[in-house]
């Protein structure tokens, strides 16, 4: 299970706020839903910030946050629990969202759709009026502590067919898309989660909303916030902008010859000559 | 396994009422199969109040109600019972089923077709004139307690082809059809239920049918009554009617970017002015 | 497993006879099986009384009946029996097949095709000469008592192509062909299990025949006596006849809007006015 | 594990050598490989009487016989045995086939091919020069006690094409292919087994060879030897022949209507009028 | 685990020898690789001798042999080894490769291909330059003891075309391709290994290399060494030359009647009169 | 768990510096990412070198190496560890990411692709900011020591469609492309790894260019830098050169005997005459 225990440094809010300011109205819906306990689907491309907004909505409103990444091989077990055999005995053990449950905390799973179906189905309880939780292995069933509160989140583009929420499930969650940050807001966001300068910090985002707008790109994803920030981390390592860019935005979108190829020349005619 | 053991408040038969104004005799029709303890399947879309239809009916009967929601990884073991192993002793305990036919409950098993087979073919004889429960772990039958009733339901538009309930399953089973309830009996609960007044209940209603009644919609599933009270409940907690029909009901419906758009554009339409 | 230990009333036999009244040699081909402990396979529709029949013969010839339902996941161990912890111990517990082998009871495997191939195997030596049911996991082999007869139930126009009896199965077992009842052997059986008058009987099972006549009908099956006896019981239960028919046939028919009002105006045409 | 401990009343012999009279030199086949210990293959249709071959070849041998009927979910350990619980203690029990290396009986794999593939392959070393059976388990070799002799049985017409014995599994066998016994042979064994008169055992036979030669046959399988005397037994217990023969080999060879009418006539053709 | 643990007889080698006369380089390519630890990939069709070349090299080298044989339902565990519950106590039991790797021995690993896929990657650091196999479940690296060698089999006509050694397992082998030996060789191996007379093992061989030759042949492999040497074994045991290539060659290369035929007439045509 | 404990010779750092003489600016990115604990996607064919090219910089960097190859039966808990059965207790055992996250090794996970999405899904919150790994067994989380970095390879050309890294994994990796060396650079290699003489290794070299160089070729892997030492390898044990080549490059790059046939002629155009 997955707690975020970082106590946020002074600055915290400060900082994680301008990764908000460019989009929409994410943060007052994200803030109606939690007083309601309405659980939150959110929807958004890979990389654009889904993790952070939580973790930023957790910080300002004093809960404790709880994040579990959901794969093919999650059971409902890894949600709820199991007992474990500890010296002859069997002892349950909470899983994460239990753990959530009994705290009153946000419990975040990300990318849930990728994981068995038994372990959306757990959560049909939670997501609605009821606010419970069965836990069958111990012939219970807890009630959700105030506060607590379900976030999931969904990458509309990238799953497959196969891989969709249930309509049941779904229709329990009020959702919120969001994006990638506006050109001021993520050169900011970009150069102070990187500790580069400002002007590489807009250089490298001029690059990246350029990739975003190719038109008919053959790209499954497009270069996000966090390769931005990765590219600058790698300038701020000691290497130069074309060499951090060529490792951590062209050569990780594609593994075709000529896309790279091509993706290299388009970095060469934004990015600034030095 | 799911007790509702909520004790509704002294309003609650009247509050639930409304609910079933608007609707056929699915109320007779249940109260007959009850007196005989014939096994009812429930027919309806995602969120038009199937789970609420059971609730009041347990209550009104007086009997409890012990809910479980099926999906693919459920085995009869999951309704059944099993042997757990606790202080190096197996311990056996009850499966949700095996406490209803003990307890003489409404057992309510939520889109049982998505379980596993062996799960639909332990209710056979529960089912027909037998009215009994094999545990064959134990080496024993139990014979139901008067007032055991089975519920199971099922969503025709939504199952895929490839998971029906079998023939000899389905025919032992009196099906009731639910809907959504009309707009007047709609108004009353969204109103109650999101604790909203009834002209923003009304407005989301007429949205709410307004979406149903498109013709050759794109949409997997419609606007559901669940999705309408979602939407209040955030106009409750201090949300726009506009911000929150977006999150509650447009971005649940759909994925797609286009259908979003065109969403948006009926909502605006329909929804009053302020 | 399933031990139909119910001490049938005074008037049990000549309740159960007219139901067989209408069919062919069924009881004669059964007895002289019977008296060689030949295993028989039934053949019929869902719901034309395949159960009742064999828990008639097993009445008739003073034999226990052991029923076990047939289902996907379905495995030896769950026939033969297994072992289980109990206290630190391995405990030997006989599966149903194993008790009817020891107590020359008849065993009946309902749908047995559906069960996973290694069920149908373990039952090849019981089906032969050998009449050996072989115990692996105790290092044995059980002779039949006398008595003991195998019969499988099987539906032929319901199986999918891919279940089928392996050949080597089928042939070690004699046939039985049962289909429903004549219109008065079932009139009978239906006034008598529902509770109904003959008048009300006869209305319905003139529907049932009237459906299950349909040229080009689209329905996966059709009315069984079963959903006869049931729509009686709703009659029963104080529901108005049309009602009954609606829940207890037409909505467990079928789940296509348009068959389903095809099928009301059929039921308004044949059902009496009243 | 099947061991046909049966011990041949006195006549044993003589009654089953009349069933090898008309066929060819399958004995001499099978008693030049067991000299040599080599491996055999029997192939040949349903019925046919491949287990009363081996049966006899093994009584004819001195050597005892062990036969396991091969199913999808047979694994190596089904064959070689394995650990049990027992009180705490965990217990080596063999399986079928240790017990036959280790007695230097027969063992008869029937339609072995349908089991997984470690259980054909744990037989590779044993049918080969080395006749070794590995026991990983134990982290020991048995190597076969003189007298073993591997036997496989397999249904060409009938395996599936994705179910094939391995090429490299299948050279390491001696191929004998059986058939139906010749016209004379089939009705002294048909009246021998059933317990019936020769005339009616020869009409039987008549019957089975005309079912056998009909052109195109829509039938997967034809009348088997085994079948015919399933009706003699019916005949034997009482029951009038053309019914014997309509339960114990129309209605098993097809479950379709008018292939079931079709063969009636056929019947009614080939058999005589009383 | 398979241990050739046989001590050969005084003529052994002289006996092996004339096996590998008729081939290439392949004793050569085998030792070179052994002088430096190599892995070593052995090719060839079913039956051709790569087990018995695998134990000649072993017996020259003077090394220990360990045989395994590969199928679908192997892991890594059966190779590496696993804790058995042995009196209440877990006891690591080492696999065959592990004993292999501790001994100094030969590992052949005889149509591994067929194993599941983890299989094949825990021999990845064994067969490169760090001659390693480490045993998570001990928390340990084994070092190979000098002298251990991998040897992998694989037929290449044989092989299905989603079952291949993944590049990065082959690449890491030197390859040495096996075929059936030239006629002379191949007549002393079968009169050898037989015991027949050089006449009749010279007309068994004509007759393989005539089944071997067969434009467009409609068999999935065709006739080996090893089943000629069957044959032969027919023949010392007292068959007649034409009933044991009946037995051991016709009927086990196909199925199919008109192919049986067909091949049957070749055996006429290409046999000796006698 | 792959521990590369072995202490390099002290000519070590030179005998690998030839390596990565001919390739790109590979060890500055690696580095600028070891300095910033990013983590490193590796990009190349098979036998390029890219586990050298880890040991190497591990070695540079003076960090320990933890080493895991990927396979598709690979999961979760062979990468974080579980817990053991000890004498009747349960012992927590780390798996090698653990260790390399306690250690702050540079934990290498070869092929990772090939594992089930699970395994992937473990790493993310140690791949992106929080640099975190939860033990949900153990109920807790823990943060990487200083040094931990990861790296994961991959081959593009290889990979299955179905088999590839999700974007969320992808995306939280900078990405190095490697390649096989240059002509000088790669004689130096083969020579000192095979230990053969220049001349020789230059026509190994000569020979593997030639082969990569193919038109239209129909392999599917092209000749590494792995396959040529061990050709030398096979020179410097005393098989001569055309030998060497036909066992360790043509035999292992394809099983076709029309390719095998056309690249011995390709190798005998391209190989000096002795």
């Given at each position: 299970m997955l707690i975020a225990d970082r106590s946020p440094d002074a600055a915290g809010a400060s900082v994680l706020d301008p990764f908000y300011?460019?989009?929409?109205?994410e943060v007052e819906v994200f803030t109606a839903a939690a007083r309601r306990g309405t659980p939150v689907l959110l929807k958004g491309p890979t990389g654009c910030g889904k993790t952070r907004f939580v973790e930023t909505m957790a910080h300002r409103l004093g809960r404790e946050l709880i994040t579990v990444a959901g794969h093919e091989d999650m059971t409902s077990a890894d949600l709820v629990g199991r007992f474990l055999l500890k010296g002859g005995e069997t002892v349950w053990v909470d899983g994460p969202l239990t753990r959530a449950v009994r705290a009153g905390a946000i419990c975040y799973l990300d990318e849930i759709v990728e994981a068995r179906q038994d372990t959306t189905v757990v959560i049909h309880p939670l997501a609605d009026h009821r606010r419970e939780l069965p836990l069958d292995r111990l012939g219970t069933i807890l009630h959700a502590a105030p506060g607590f509160q379900l976030v999931i989140s969904y990458n509309p583009g990238y799953q497959s067919i196969l891989k969709n929420l249930k309509e049941s499930t779904r229709q329990r969650f009020v959702a919120i898309t969001l994006d990638f940050p506006g050109a001021d807001a993520e050169t900011e966001i970009v150069a102070h989660e990187a500790g580069i300068d400002t002007a590489t910090a807009r250089s490298l985002v001029g690059l990246g909303r350029a990739i975003r707008n190719l038109d008919g790109s053959p790209l499954g994803e497009v270069s996000s916030t966090r390769m931005l920030i990765l590219a600058g981390s790698l300038v701020a390592a000691g290497l130069d902008l074309r060499t951090a860019v060529q490792s951590a935005v062209v050569e990780v979108l594609s593994d075709d010859d000529e896309v790279v190829r091509a993706l290299g020349e388009l970095v060469d005619a934004v990015l600034p000559r030095r």
């Open positions: 300011r460019a989009a929409g109205n």
